[in-house]
C-alpha cells in the first residue's frame, strides 16, 4: 500500500484544517484507518480511527474538535480538525492500525505538517 498524506499547513490557534490521506495498492474498504501524528523526539501516537463499517474512536485530547471519515469510493481517509491549538503541531501520518499499539503496515508516507501558531 502506498500513502499520500495532504491537507496540512501553518494555522492560527482555534482554526481549522482537513487532512487527507490517499490510499493505493490494497483493499481500502476492508481496513479501519487511523490518523497518527508525530512530533520530533517524541513517539508516533494515535489521533483517531474509523472501521470498515463507520465506526469512530478519537484520543482525548482532540475528541469534540475532530471528525474522521472516510470515502470508500476515493480510497481516502480525512481528518476534519476543528479549534486547532499549538500542542496540535505535528506531522500527521495515517496507516491501519492492528492489535496493541501496531500497524498492519510497516512503513508510512511522507506524511502531512500542521503547524498551528500566532
Known amino acids: 500500500a502506498q500513502f499520500v498524506e495532504s491537507g496540512g499547513g501553518l494555522v492560527q490557534p482555534g482554526g481549522s484544517l482537513r487532512l487527507s490521506c490517499a490510499v493505493s495498492g490494497t483493499d481500502f474498504s476492508v481496513y479501519t484507518w487511523a490518523w497518527y501524528r508525530q512530533v520530533p523526539g517524541k513517539e508516533r501516537e494515535l489521533v483517531a480511527s474509523?472501521?470498515?463499517?463507520?465506526?469512530?474512536n478519537y484520543e482525548g485530547f482532540v475528541k469534540g474538535r475532530s471528525i474522521i471519515s472516510r470515502d470508500n469510493s476515493k480510497t481516502t481517509v480525512y481528518l476534519q480538525m476543528n479549534s486547532l491549538e499549538p500542542e496540535d503541531t505535528a506531522g500527521y501520518y495515517c496507516n491501519s492500525p492492528w492489535g496493541d499499539g501496531n500497524t498492519y503496515f510497516s512503513y508510512w508516507g511522507q506524511g502531512t505538517q500542521v503547524t498551528v501558531s500566532t
Open positions: 474509523i472501521t470498515s463499517g463507520g465506526s469512530t
